[in-house]
Structures are given as C-alpha cells and as structure tokens.
C-alpha cells in the first residue's frame, strides 16, 4: 500500500486540487480516497488499478459536493439547478433537490462503487 501511497498521492492532489481550489481540502479527500482503497482490496482486485483508484476519487469528490450542498440554505439550491421549463415549474424546488439526489445514488449503485 504505501507504495501505491508515493505514486499516486501528487495525481490525487492535482486532480483535488484543480477541483476544490483549497489544499486542504483537497488533502483530506486525497486521504479519504486513499481509506476507502485500503478497505475495499481485501474484497477486490482491479485489473487497472489507477482507473479505479480515481474511479473512487470522481466518487468521493461527488459526496464532498453532495456535502458541501446540504450546508447550503434552501434558497441558495437554485443556483445548482437548471432553469425551469414550463414541466419543470409544476416540480417543486424540493422534489428537483431530491429527484438530483437520486439519480446520483442510483449512478453510485449502479457501478457497483457504493463505499
């Protein structure tokens, strides 16, 4: 594992990095990426481990947003969504946030990365 650690962790942080903008918290997701590896390869061993190391780290950057958008006042979502269309704007501002939710566990589910 650690040398997994020393060739990965500076393309994991680049990757973060560009897509946080904040080091440190690019650091930390680097880190939780790096313990959901280590507690997945007793039940699995990728063909391509580098395709599936960042597999995890488009994931765990999809629940670090998912995170970051519940710290969020219901009146700053509609910046998240798109603009309502006349079927659209029969949904309510809600069932759209949970409708989005959905699909993104669903995707999680669906490619069997459910960490």
């Given amino acids: ?9 500076e393309k ?32 699995k061993q990728p063909d391509d481990f580098e395709a599936w190391l960042f597999t995890i780290a488009k994931y765990t950057l999809y629940d670090y947003y998912r995170k970051k958008k519940l710290d969020l006042l219901p009146e700053d979502y509609e910046y998240f969504l798109p603009a309502a ?17 959905g699909l993104t566990e669903k995707l999680r589910v669906s490619s069997g990365l459910v960490c």
């Fill in 85 to 101: 269309d006349q079927t659209l704007e029969k949904i309510t501002q809600q069932e759209r946030i949970q409708q989005i939710d």
């Fill in 12 to 43: 994991l942080q680049h990757y973060f990095r560009g897509k946080v903008k904040d080091s440190f918290q690019a650091e930390d997701l680097v880190h939780d990426v790096f313990i959901k590896v280590m507690l997945a390869l007793p039940k």
């Fill in 1 to 9: 594992m650690e040398e997994w650690i020393v060739l990965y962790y």
